[in-house]
Protein backbone atom coordinates (compact mmCIF):
# COMPACT_ATOMS: atom_id res chain seq x y z
CA UNK A 1 0.00 0.00 0.00
CA UNK A 2 1.54 3.34 -0.92
CA UNK A 3 2.02 5.90 1.80
CA UNK A 4 3.73 8.99 2.20
CA UNK A 5 4.30 10.99 5.43
CA UNK A 6 4.85 14.35 6.14
CA UNK A 7 7.03 15.38 9.22
CA UNK A 8 9.04 18.55 10.01
CA UNK A 9 6.64 21.54 10.01
CA UNK A 10 6.08 23.57 13.00
CA UNK A 11 6.41 27.51 13.79
CA UNK A 12 9.10 29.69 13.49
CA UNK A 13 10.15 33.31 13.25
CA UNK A 14 11.05 35.23 10.23
CA UNK A 15 14.08 34.50 9.02
CA UNK A 16 14.05 31.03 10.53
CA UNK A 17 14.77 27.58 8.92
CA UNK A 18 12.81 24.11 8.84
CA UNK A 19 13.35 20.89 7.36
CA UNK A 20 10.42 19.01 6.16
CA UNK A 21 10.72 15.18 5.41
CA UNK A 22 8.26 13.00 2.96
CA UNK A 23 8.88 9.09 4.29
CA UNK A 24 7.25 6.80 1.59
CA UNK A 25 6.66 3.38 1.65
CA UNK A 26 4.88 1.25 -0.91
CA UNK A 27 6.80 2.11 -3.77
CA UNK A 28 10.28 3.39 -4.66
CA UNK A 29 10.52 7.22 -4.35
CA UNK A 30 13.67 7.39 -6.46
CA UNK A 31 11.80 5.61 -9.69
CA UNK A 32 8.94 8.21 -8.91
CA UNK A 33 8.51 12.62 -9.48
CA UNK A 34 8.30 13.56 -5.88
CA UNK A 35 7.10 17.02 -5.47
CA UNK A 36 6.50 19.50 -2.66
CA UNK A 37 3.41 21.67 -2.90
CA UNK A 38 1.57 24.11 -0.57
CA UNK A 39 -1.67 25.20 0.23
CA UNK A 40 -3.27 28.53 2.32
CA UNK A 41 -7.21 28.53 3.24
CA UNK A 42 -8.91 29.77 -0.30
CA UNK A 43 -6.39 29.04 -2.52
CA UNK A 44 -5.21 26.80 -4.89
CA UNK A 45 -2.52 23.90 -4.10
CA UNK A 46 0.71 25.24 -5.75
CA UNK A 47 3.86 23.43 -6.96
CA UNK A 48 6.58 24.45 -4.55
CA UNK A 49 9.37 22.01 -5.62
CA UNK A 50 9.58 18.60 -7.08
CA UNK A 51 12.84 16.25 -8.06
CA UNK A 52 12.97 13.65 -10.67
CA UNK A 53 13.76 10.15 -10.79
CA UNK A 54 17.10 11.46 -12.90
CA UNK A 55 17.52 14.30 -9.91
CA UNK A 56 16.84 17.03 -11.66
CA UNK A 57 15.04 19.29 -9.70
CA UNK A 58 12.37 22.37 -10.13
CA UNK A 59 11.76 25.29 -7.69
CA UNK A 60 8.72 27.76 -7.80
CA UNK A 61 10.33 31.43 -8.54
CA UNK A 62 9.24 32.66 -4.58
CA UNK A 63 11.23 29.55 -3.38
CA UNK A 64 14.37 30.07 -5.55
CA UNK A 65 17.08 29.96 -3.54
CA UNK A 66 16.03 29.70 -0.16
CA UNK A 67 14.55 25.84 -0.88
CA UNK A 68 15.94 22.74 -1.47
CA UNK A 69 14.18 19.11 -2.02
CA UNK A 70 16.51 16.71 -2.36
CA UNK A 71 16.26 12.95 -1.23
CA UNK A 72 17.69 9.94 0.58
CA UNK A 73 17.20 6.93 -1.49
CA UNK A 74 18.72 4.69 1.53
CA UNK A 75 15.81 6.03 3.76
CA UNK A 76 12.80 5.99 0.88
CA UNK A 77 12.47 9.62 1.86
CA UNK A 78 12.75 13.14 -0.03
CA UNK A 79 13.38 16.60 2.20
CA UNK A 80 12.25 20.21 1.65
CA UNK A 81 15.15 22.45 3.66
CA UNK A 82 13.57 25.66 3.65
CA UNK A 83 15.83 28.59 5.04
CA UNK A 84 14.74 32.23 5.29
CA UNK A 85 11.42 31.74 5.65
CA UNK A 86 8.86 34.72 5.09
CA UNK A 87 5.38 34.88 7.13
CA UNK A 88 4.23 34.27 2.94
CA UNK A 89 5.47 30.52 3.25
CA UNK A 90 2.94 30.12 6.06
CA UNK A 91 0.73 27.02 4.41
CA UNK A 92 0.43 23.35 4.95
CA UNK A 93 2.62 21.26 2.76
CA UNK A 94 1.78 18.09 1.17
CA UNK A 95 4.30 15.59 -0.23
CA UNK A 96 3.04 14.38 -3.76
CA UNK A 97 4.32 10.99 -5.63
CA UNK A 98 3.59 10.34 -9.11
CA UNK A 99 4.53 7.12 -10.94
CA UNK A 100 2.88 6.94 -14.32
CA UNK A 101 -0.72 7.72 -14.37
CA UNK A 102 -1.01 7.23 -10.34
CA UNK A 103 -0.83 10.78 -8.05
CA UNK A 104 -0.18 9.85 -4.41
CA UNK A 105 -1.12 12.77 -1.67
CA UNK A 106 0.38 12.86 2.20
CA UNK A 107 -1.50 14.22 4.94
CA UNK A 108 0.78 17.44 4.77
CA UNK A 109 2.27 19.15 7.97
CA UNK A 110 1.66 22.76 8.91
CA UNK A 111 4.27 25.45 8.40
CA UNK A 112 3.52 28.74 10.27
CA UNK A 113 6.72 31.64 9.91
CA UNK A 114 5.32 34.05 12.70
CA UNK A 115 7.19 36.65 14.92
Known amino acids: QVQLVESGGGLVQPGGSLKLSCAAS????????MSWYRQTPGKERESVAH???????YYEDSVKGRFTISRDNAKNTVYLQMNALKPEDTAVYYC?????????WGQGTQVTVSS
Open 96 to 104: NAIRGSVSS
Open 26 to 33: GFTSSSAL
Open 51 to 57: ITSGGGT
